[in-house]
């Protein structure tokens, strides 16, 4: 059976609280499908959610190491605070922290807003601390990428050789700008040489017709899915991840996936912990006794790999291509120990 590196992983904001009814009734029905304990989250979110994190990781029988990362604040050029969402928003030096208590298990990836006036001076200091590449959330900062003043970031990272995850497609837990979620965001970053992975493959639903996010017909899929699947094929420093695609508005697209062998190399795996999903609900096209069996699963990143599987079965890139993308990000002393056995 596999073993593999989780490439999407989301540490959550110190401060998050869950003391409205509304999140602790959503931690209840759905903190349990990801392994987390909604007595201890109400309790104290943060450290009940690094907890569950770390020791679901070190129970896995299929995930060894996470990628993990935060999200930086919304700022304006002046590097002036506009936003911290209470949920996503981590700061790199939280992530510092869990990073180096649990070295063995995390490759860090820091999240810089390319608007803040000391952005290359900030990638400069995380990658000396041992972060192993950039994680864009673009569409929350309100930060196109194609504008020309953001060339440096881009170009210092590939200098560095430090990997960026850029989110792609719909986002559904922080205000978006929809300007900044199409594919279009990848064309500065990959022309200035960064080896840049495309989140969710792209794909996008709108409230008023989530109804096609549901469906297996290739005619309902995002335009930018299909444009990513050509864009992959011509460039040797694109990649993609399967965050979220277990998601009942991405998993449709999976039998699609599976068929296209020419991008299959440049596929990485990912879940997007700790965004929940169901297998049970999931129209994947998997029969429903096969959904409700991998639904049993308890472990969620054991149950990501067990339903992929059935899509990228053993033997597949899908479950070493994570060893390309971090060849020279990575910290030295995780160098060749990204565990990868078949």
């Not at 999407?8 to 931690?27: G, K, Q, S």
């Not at 994947?284 to 639904?295: E, I, N, Q, Y």
């Amino acid at each position: 059976m596999p073993q593999t590196v989780d490439f999407h992983v989301h540490l959550l904001n110190p401060l998050m609280r869950v003391d409205r009814l509304l999140p602790r009734l959503a931690l209840r029905v759905l903190g349990r499908r990801m392994g987390l304990d909604p007595a201890a989250l109400a309790a104290d979110p943060y450290q009940a959610y690094i907890s569950s994190l770390i020791r679901q990781v070190r129970e896995s029988k299929h995930v060894d190491r996470i990628v993990l990362f935060g999200v930086d604040a919304r700022v304006d050029a002046t590097g002036r605070e506009l936003h911290r969402d209470a949920l996503v928003c981590a700061g790199n030096d939280d992530l510092l922290a869990v990073y180096r208590a649990n070295p063995d298990i995390i490759i860090p990836f820091f999240s810089v807003n390319p608007l803040r006036p000391d952005a290359l001076e900030l990638i400069d200091r995380f990658s000396e601390l041992g972060f192993a590449g950039a994680k864009f959330l673009q569409n929350y900062w309100g930060v196109d990428t194609r504008q020309e003043r953001f060339l440096p970031y881009f170009e210092k990272l590939a200098h560095k050789g430090l990997p960026l995850i850029v989110h792609l497609g719909s986002e559904g837990c922080v205000r978006s700008d929809r300007t900044c979620e199409g594919i279009d965001m990848l064309a500065q970053p990959l022309a200035a040489g960064v080896t840049v992975v495309a989140a969710h493959m792209a794909l996008s639903y709108r409230p008023l017709t989530i109804w096609k996010a549901f469906s297996r017909k290739e005619k309902n899929f995002s335009a930018d899915y299909f444009r990513l699947l050509e864009m992959l094929v011509v460039h040797d420093n694109l990649y993609a991840d399967l965050s979220s695609l277990l998601t009942p508005v991405r998993a449709g697209v999976l039998s699609h996936l599976a068929a296209q062998e020419q991008v299959h190399q440049r596929l990485l795996f990912a879940t997007d912990y700790p965004v929940p999903f169901s297998l049970l609900f999931s129209p994947c096209g998997l029969p429903l006794a096969t959904r409700a069996s991998l639904d049993r699963i308890a472990n969620p990143f054991d149950r990501y790999v067990a339903a992929l599987l059935h899509f990228f079965p053993e033997g597949h890139p899908l479950y070493t291509n994570h060893r390309k993308v971090l060849d020279r990000g990575l910290p030295a002393h995780f160098a060749g120990s990204t565990s990868t056995s078949m």
